[in-house]
């Protein structure tokens, strides 16, 4: 085994599955890896061998987006290496579309019923997913969009020109239901500290907020393997944002206190990440995590000595030209790290004729 070595994170020289190929972890862990058209290209899946009712399949820990291209690519996937086995399970981490885009299609069967398999997910990512696949779908059938305007009245809040930015504002106010058109009617319950077999191997569930409500990693004792999701990843930090159904909401103390989960785990544990490349080091990654929001935090600080609004920090935060998905996960990300700074009461947020300001309280 040959380590490349980034600071204290080791990637272990797998090869990264092609498209349409899947790379062995260990004889029963396999890595597949689905395109996203975003700037972020790629996400990892894992596909398990189970055996569930004496009868063996497979076990499919969250699917990619929900496309046609991508139907495509598992079918290949699924004819050369299920070798005729069914999908038994299908896990989804969270309910991120390109993490539970195609759960429906897989659930029931692909497109010819080959199967009937279970949908297994947190409480709260299940229904929080299927609230806005739902919700995305009702408010487009009413001209007043009622899940448009109220998108339109954070950003705006927040310091958007709404004018300049109706139109980008519009397409993100069902952005989900665009991505996750087809949800599972049903689901089976699995909750933290929940020990669930797979297979031969038995799987700790470890949930995780912030990034999403009720995220599952899931744990493998025996062959010291984690399962991370977007909880912790290699080479980019999972996002942390505001949005609109919360706007009060503080999910980057509950993603910092949820890391602290992952420090109970032993410092050679092997990371399986939903983004980049399996790695070992999961200590050192949890600390610079923790650097980076805190100095991401001091940034902000500094800017807020005269009163700010979310949208007039972007640019004295993000050099980088954005475009417009990037944007609006940077506008949520800054409003989380202000919202942040509010309840620790280290910024004195304002409410002036429906616009919010922070200022840094010394
Ligand atoms: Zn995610």
Known sequence: MTFISNNSINYLQFSIPDVAKISEITKDVFWIRMPLQFKLDHINLWLLRDKINNQPGWTLI?????????KIIWKLIIEKYFFGLKLQRVICTH???????LANWFCKGLDDNRWNAELWMSHSEFFNGKTYSLEGKLSSHHENNSRGLFTLNFFYSHGCNIKTNKIKIDERSNYYSSMVPDFPISFHKISDKQQIK?????????????????????????ENLLISGDMVLPSITSHIGVFPDEPNGNPLEEFLTSLNKFKLLPKNTFVLP?????????????????????????????????????????????????????????????IA????????????????????KFETVI
């Open 337 to 356: 790290h202000l919202n942040y700074g509010w309840h620790m009461k280290k910024l004195r947020r304002f409410e002036q004729q429906g616009i919010i």
């Open 62 to 70: 969250d699917t990619g987006l929900f496309n046609q291209n991508n």
């Open 274 to 334: 939903s983004h980049g490349q399996p790695f070992e080091g999961i200590m050192a990654r949890i600390k610079q995590l923790e650097n980076h929001h805190q100095k991401r935090m001091q940034e902000i600080l500094s800017n807020c000595k005269n009163k700010k609004t979310a949208y007039e920090l972007i640019p004295k935060i993000f050099s980088k030209k954005l475009d417009n998905h990037q944007f609006f996960f940077a506008l949520c990300k800054i």
């Open 198 to 222: 797979i297979g031969k191997s038995k799987w700790k569930i470890i949930t995780g907020a912030g990034h999403s409500p009720e995220h599952v990693s899931l744990y493998n004792n025996k």
């Open 95 to 101: 309910m991120h579309p390109d993490h539970i885009g």
